[in-house]
């Protein structure tokens, strides 16, 4: 194929990918080629008869690969955002290619040679800091990557992250047929009550999509505790929809969970670790794994102290409501709604039509981002995305000039996996020439059409947070792609999306976007004070859910050899993980269950979902700076900015933290927030 638009760097703004020309057609062929030229560049570096240099050998690599990064990026997000059988099936054949494409790089004796050799004269080559620190992280990857082992240990790795390569792409196809397939049909209207009037529009409309016109399709999302749980009156559909939940994805993906937990250790002893957590926490801000069972340890039995407190509660208010059943799994969420309900005077479904995803998006998220950075948000209908439902956004800065592009994915549909996530389709570069375009996908139920889409808390709370991961990448200002926007540590990344989270529920941010769709009439403030008061009931479970998880994740990943796996079946590992753990609490499941746990088998995250609450350590102690002193929030955001956003990964994280705060970071600001410390 000689006409490919990934062939040539696009000529759309920002180097935006030409969407109207990619068919699916053009994928494996710019694989192909991005692979081999990529090699024949790596190969131009090895055989230069002059001695390494920064120059012929640290930069030329991260000038290396354009067309491989191109298709690349844009193929896997369209793998999570709107897959087919044919990307599948590309993403099938690719995977362990690629993972065999990378082996070729950074087991490359000659290569690595011209790596170490500049790494050990480091301090002779008058580098600046950020390139001194580009050398170093090369330097880290390549060992981490297995550039010191012997040719026999070297052979076993590259078969190790072959069939890795293969493993995670299986878990994460299987995982989205698993849940499209657990989709609950209710045939019987009354069989809804609680929901409101969008939701079952929207369930009518999934069942015609089904064909099963007259009645109703109640599709999962990628959590255990699905949030139409909060609002169905009916406890035997809530039963249905969370054992279609839990139960989902647990036959293919269980078996393939603890292969790949197995092939993990294998690969992790082979590099010189106890086990795979070791070696992943080693090049994260945390560094040792004790050091993250000692924060989880802290936050363990007051989180679960906590929780039983609200069992008791939620159980009370059943009985007192004529319902003498014990409080299982699918009663928690309705329960507390009721709860909410009778002591907060919170209905969700009242609070809905203050929640229009425009409204939200314009006034709510770009307003805060305005007030904040002194950005502005302009969308570009005249841009075209790779779906309909995509819009495009550009974004300049306070002083008018453009920073980049911004996507919005916001619909949750058959072809979407689930949960939310921000993407990078080009990277900021100061040495390549190129503006960050990124992604938000989110899985907001779609309304039927002409129907305003109305959010629900949570809705808002994920816009707010993942455009915070975008900004990352707006803001980034580096010299090298190899520190671009959020290319920082895992337990790090989640930082600056979660400080966004913030800006949702400051009054001046909340009132300008919390409007009644009907009578434009804000939120009453009596009303969002009930709402912070209600909020804060329910973080017992909520802590309790996320732990699990965690730990869950945490159990596969600290198996010493793979040995130690022999025979093992996936659930009864998961129940006696949790059980260890002090989390067997069958009122509330983990967060996610090992056959759709995406973050940790088919995502990045494994032995890496603690990153959330570590980040929150940070995230937690910087919303108290930015309410304490005079500065305004405009000069704090600017400093914010500065020091923690747009350095990327080219600073160290921590010390970059402790430099803006002035201190080490804080954990009693955290154990406040989720209600384990008075």
């Not at 087991?107 to 002779?124: I, T």
């Not at 080693?282 to 609200?310: F, H, I, W, Y």
């Not at 300008?512 to 912070?532: F, K, S």
């Not at 989390?583 to 890496?608: E, K, N, Q």
Request: charged share 25%.
């Amino acid at each position: 194929m000689t006409s490919n638009p990934f062939f040539e760097r696009s000529a759309l703004p920002c180097e935006l990918p030409s969407f109207a020309e990619i068919g699916e057609e053009h994928y494996l062929p710019a694989f192909e080629r991005g692979m081999a030229e990529q090699l024949a560049e790596v190969a131009a570096v090895t055989s230069v008869d002059e001695a390494p240099t920064f120059a012929n050998t640290i930069v030329a690599l991260e000038r290396s690969g354009a067309v491989l990064t191109r298709v690349s990026n844009v193929f896997f997000n369209i793998v999570g955002s709107d897959s087919t059988a044919g990307t599948d099936a590309i993403e099938a054949e690719v995977s362990p290619r690629l993972a065999a494409h990378w082996d070729a790089i950074y087991l490359d004796p000659a290569l690595f040679g011209r790596v170490d050799d500049l790494y050990r004269r480091k301090d002779e080559l008058e580098l600046d800091p950020e390139d001194t620190r580009l050398l170093e992280r090369y330097h880290i990857r390549f060992v981490r990557a297995g550039a010191r082992l012997d040719a026999v240990g070297q052979a076993r790795l590259r078969e190790l992250n072959a069939e890795l390569a293969t493993a995670a792409t299986e878990f994460g196809q299987n995982m989205l047929a698993a849940t499209n397939g657990a989709t609950v049909l209710v045939e019987h209207a009354e069989e809804l009550a609680g929901l409101g009037p969008a939701a079952v529009a929207a369930a009518a409309e999934n069942a015609r999509s089904l064909g099963q016109d007259g009645a109703w399709a109640l599709r999962l999302q990628n959590v255990s505790n699905q949030p139409v749980l909060a609002e169905l009156a009916d406890r035997a559909v809530r039963r249905r929809v969370m054992a279609a939940s839990l139960g989902r994805g647990l036959d293919d993906n269980g078996p393939l969970a603890v292969r790949m937990a197995a092939l993990r250790a294998e690969r992790a002893a082979l590099l010189g670790y106890s086990d795979h957590a070791a070696y992943v926490v080693a090049d994260q801000t945390a560094k040792t794994a004790a050091a993250v069972e000692e924060m989880l340890g802290r936050l363990v039995s007051p989180a679960v102290a906590n929780a039983e407190r609200e069992a008791t509660e939620l159980a009370e208010t059943m009985r007192t409501s004529g319902d003498d059943g014990e409080l299982e799994s699918w009663d928690w969420q309705f329960w507390s709604e009721q709860v909410r309900a009778e002591r907060f005077s919170v209905d969700v479904e009242a609070l809905r039509p203050y929640f229009e995803l425009e409204r939200v998006l314009r006034d709510g998220v770009f307003f805060a981002a305005e007030q904040v950075y002194g950005i502005t948000v302009r969308e570009r209908e005249d841009l075209v995305g790779y779906h309909p439902e995509v819009r495009i956004f550009e974004v300049f800065d306070a002083d008018g000039t453009a920073l980049g592009l911004f996507l919005g994915d916001f619909f949750a549909r058959p072809s979407k996996r689930g949960g939310a996530w921000m993407n990078e389709l080009v990277g900021q570069s100061r040495l390549l020439g190129t503006r960050p375009v990124v992604v938000n996908n989110l899985n907001i139920v779609k309304p039927p059409a002409g129907e305003p889409a109305l959010l629900t808390w949570d809705n808002v709370r994920t816009l707010f947070h993942e455009f915070g991961h975008a900004l990352h990448g707006l803001f980034s200002d580096v010299r090298y792609p190899f520190f671009a926007g959020t290319a920082v540590p895992r337990d790090f990344v989640e930082f600056p999306s979660q400080v966004n989270e913030m800006w949702m529920s400051r009054p001046d941010v909340l009132a300008n976007y919390a409007r009644h769709i009907e009578t434009g009439e804000p939120m009453p403030a009596e009303l969002v004070e009930r709402m912070a008061a209600a909020e804060r009931f329910g973080k017992g479970f909520k802590t309790v859910e996320y732990l699990g998880a965690t730990l869950l994740d945490w159990a596969w990943h600290r198996i010493p050899a793979p040995e130690a796996l022999a025979g093992t079946d996936a659930e009864t590992f998961e129940e006696q993980a949790l059980r260890k753990a002090g989390l067997a609490i069958d009122a509330i499941p983990p967060r996610y269950r090992t056959g759709y746990f995406a973050h940790i088998f088919s995502g990045g995250y494994a032995a890496g979902y603690y990153a959330y609450i570590w980040s929150e350590v940070l995230d937690a102690d910087t919303v108290e700076w930015f309410n304490e002193g005079d500065a305004s929030i405009r000069e704090k955001g600017e400093l914010f900015r500065r020091e923690l956003l747009s350095g990327g990964g080219s600073v160290d994280p921590i010390e970059a933290f402790e430099s803006f705060r002035g201190r080490t970071p804080e954990i009693a600001p955290l154990l406040i927030r989720r209600g384990l410390l008075d």
